[in-house]
């Protein structure tokens, strides 16, 4: 600075000094304020407070995978949820827990509602994500045809479960009735992963398993007796679910649940999402080799229902089917068991059209 500004400087009246350092403070103020303010007008929505719940199910085959999906994605959190996933070894557990209100949703077999509608549970289905039954009865490899099955073990996860029903069924479209053919159902307590162990170690004689891991297993030597995907039958598998308390209770928590697993499903059908579906398949499943990967990639894309809905006529069929089981099963009323008030709100809102408006 020269000697002449330094000394116009000097002789600058204090109160314009005063005046500049004023103006210089609430500038740097208005900074700081902005600065703090920032982060709060541009975060993601999901940073706001969210709400702690636990969501349960024992599904630990590729029908999980919008599970996975909505976890990697932070989608719970997107809708306001601080999730706890929980693995139940088995659905009544979850029941259980869903009654005590230890957990606000679970997904579990809709054979489970019907059980839980004879005891007096006020269990509700609220979506239903699987409808196509793609499974395959695999068996030991010395069981090489139908007729072999006459006095052997099918591992079931429980009476009534998912995998009892399709065992069931293989067998009708086998024409084996399994009281004549001596076929016991050995319940094998938990999730496929323990059906597939006790199939392997001989523990039992055959079991069901779910799409792409029936055709691994048939490649591994573990024939298959019956492709029940080729069938193209449909049938009410893995349902959400809740009870009417909570729901009324806590319906903001069951809607954001909703809302990030059928997000998830869209994102999981999407082409552009299929590197990130195969890598989360890969892991879950501790798949290494590529065809293996591509097989339950594309088995996953096939399964799911873009807009889950329950459905009455499908749970009325199911209801047919366990009747065989346990005839007190008829006098379920199914319209008590199911509520798809959640679901048609996702569809009027236009919540559904905005995930497939590509």
Known sequence: MGRQAWQRLKQKPAITLR?????????AFLWLLAASLLPTLYAPRFVAAQVKSNLSSSVTSESAAHVWMAQDRGLFKKYGLEAQFILMPRNPLAVAALV????????????????????????IGIANFHQKLDFRLNARPEIKKPEDLRGKRVAISGPGSTS????????????????????????IPGT??????????????????????????????????????????????????????????????????LKALVEAIALTLDPANKELV???IASKLRLSNPP??????????????????????????????????NSKISEVRVENIIDSSFMNKLESSGFMQSLYKK
Do not use: C, W
């Open 292 to 325: 293996e990967v591509e097989e339950s990639y594309n088995s996953v894309i096939d399964s799911f229902e873009r807009a889950p809905h329950p459905s009455l006529e499908g749970m009325k069929r199911l209801q047919k089917i366990l009747t065989q089981v």
């Open 192 to 257: 496929e992963v323990n059906r597939r162990i006790a199939l392997e170690t001989n523990a039992v004689d055959a079991t069901t398993l779910r799409g792409a891991m029936g055709d691994l297993y048939g490649n591994k030597g573990y024939p298959v007796l019956y492709n029940m995907k080729k069938t193209g039958a449909t049938l009410p598998q893995n349902m959400m679910v809740t009870t009417r308390r909570i729901a009324a209770a806590k319906p903001q928590v069951i809607e954001g649940y």
């Open 19 to 27: 005046k500049d350092r004023l103006v210089f403070g609430l500038l």
């Open 164 to 187: 009892h029903l399709v065992s069931m069924l293989s067998l009708q479209g086998m024409n084996i009735d399994p009281v004549q053919a001596r076929i016991s159902f050995l319940t």
């Open 100 to 123: 005590a209100g230890e957990i606000d949703a679970a997904i579990i077999g809709p054979g489970h509602l019907f059980n839980a509608g004879l005891s007096g549970a006020d269990l």
């Open 278 to 280: 195969s890598k989360l």
